[in-house]
């Protein structure tokens, strides 16, 4: 999630995220808000990806990136990590930035090509790894609490074969390819506090990233903001998505669907509009609804 803002300050739980991003998640996590307009969205609609106008209106977006010499991803909405080209295709599927949808659901879902993105019957037993070689001593323990901690909620109120297991014997030099997911600090300067995946995502970038500013925050409960960023890898999106005072200008994903009516108190929704909460607990309709998109 990146840097939450309140609005009364708007959340800037980037990553998202995050950074969004995490959420990733969105919070001082993820931006509710980038560093762009309408206005800035209707002035490159058109424009070519190699277009100078483009190129600066992508350095106003946070970004974040996993392989030296590989492109960076961009976020939006503070969950969602974009290519160059993406978002290109995002500015120009809106070119007047009026493509907002209405909001409708206390949890939403991400969708692929129609499907619905979460981890399918027989492989939800999820392992992570916490690479410490990125983080010192005392920030590993940090982690590693906390995160156990946000899984709970999250695990017990699903009984649909869900776990999310820590597997520190590959702490020292975690990769994908021996964990569902890896969680790695990142010193890049950030106005995310995390970051996370979506079930769906590359291989390459299930890595949920923690930025500084999750150590030094003091507003937000901190096992909170990873309750968040664990309700992105297991493939929910904002349950704020559409709401005008928490909007990203029209540059919404139309790619989810939602679960359940509307509600302000879901872990998955910033402190925007009247809703959320530092605290970032699961609602009694988050549990029935997760325990419900899970059952199959």
């Known amino acids: 999630m990146n ?158 074969g869900l776990s999310i297991k820590h597997n520190p014997k590959f702490d020292a030099a975690p990769t994908t390819d021996n964990v569902t997911f890896v969680i790695q600090y990142d010193p890049a300067p950030s106005s995310f506090l995390a970051l996370a995946p979506f079930p769906g995502d590359p291989k390459s970038t299930r890595i949920l990233k923690i930025f500084s500013g999750y150590f030094t925050d003091q507003e937000f409960n901190k096992i909170g903001m990873l309750r968040h960023e664990i309700g992105h890898i297991l493939g929910y999106r904002h349950s704020h998505l559409g709401v005008k005072e928490c909007s990203f200008y029209g540059l919404e994903d139309p790619n989810w669907k939602p679960v359940s009516p509307y509600t302000r108190n879901s872990v998955m929704h910033y402190i925007c509009n009247g809703g959320g909460s530092p605290e970032f607990q699961l609602s009694k309709s988050d549990k029935r609804d997760h325990r419900k998109y899970y059952s199959n």
């Not at 991003?21 to 969205?41: F, G, M, N």
């Not at 190699?50 to 970004?63: G, I, M, N, Q, W």
């Not at 492109?71 to 978002?87: N, S």
């Not at 939403?108 to 999820?126: C, E, T």
């Open 3 to 160: 840097s939450l803002t309140k609005i009364g300050r708007i959340l800037t739980i980037t990553l998202f995220a995050v950074g969004i991003i995490l959420s990733w998640a969105a919070l001082p996590t993820e931006r509710v808000r980038a560093d762009v307009s309408q206005k800035d969205i209707a002035a490159v609609a058109g424009k070519q990806m190699d277009d100078p106008e483009f190129e600066a209106f992508l350095r106003k977006l946070p970004s974040v990136q996993y392989d030296i010499g590989h492109e960076p991803y961009y976020i939006v909405e503070g969950d969602l990590r974009l290519t160059a080209k993406q978002v290109w295709a995002r500015v120009n599927g809106s070119k007047d930035g009026s493509n907002r949808v209405s909001p409708n659901s206390e949890l939403n879902v991400m969708v692929r090509a129609g499907v619905s993105d979460k981890w399918p019957i027989g492989h939800r037993q999820l392992t992570y790894a916490i690479d410490k070689r990125t983080f010192d001593k005392k920030q590993y323990e940090i982690v590693r609490r906390n995160f156990e901690a946000a899984t709970v909620p999250w695990v017990t109120s699903c009984k649909c």
